[in-house]
């Protein structure tokens, strides 16, 4: 089965570091992304890591993979009251084309 | 380019009401779907496809319809609103099977009471 959870919340400093945790339940998903969400508007991808990676590091985002236990994480470093959003996990099993399995979302509000 | 194009952005609806919501893409993307987000839940695939004149559903079906008369255009129906339709509706599109960015449209908020 296919199934996605987040923490529904989470607050931050400006400056400090940001972790956002996922879990996922289907371990032959090939990829997995991360998008954002700002108000009022869609859902933009900010990063995807394959599934032979541990670790994807794209200027401030680090995405980090735990395939044994289905666990994934984006670190927003140095984080801007501009990353306040609401980001999604999403998962995409082999053989599911390009359908999407996202999770709840996390809110993230970054206090000044 | 205009990416995805949502219409309308809002809107209100009577229960027992149609009506259609438009998306449309100028990238001569291939794939295009329609999302439902609800509260705590994340997005939920309603109806999705592959190529002009193919569709297939999703997780969330029922009470929608969908058609592919061009590669462009990809509008979902209401044939009878309920209030469990209440929700935000995005519409994504890529460029073929298996790509990896989807790109999503604005949404429409459409609220049936």
Redesign the interface.
Known sequence: GEDVEQSLFLSVREGDSSVINCTYTDSSSTYLYWYKQEPGAGLQLLTYIFSNMDMKQDQRLTVLLNKKDKHLSLRIADTQTGDSAIYFCAESPPRAGNKLTFGGGTRVLVKP | NAG?TQTPKFQVLKTGQSMTLQCAQDMNHE?M?W?RQDP??????IH?S?GAGITDQ?EVPNGYNVSRSTTEDFPLRLLSAAPSQTSVY?C?S?KA??????Y????TRLTVL
């Open positions: 995805v794939y779907s999302y705590g839940m994340g997005l939920r695939l999705y592959v999703g995005f994504a890529s099977r298996g790509a990896m960015t989807q999503f449209g604005p949404g």
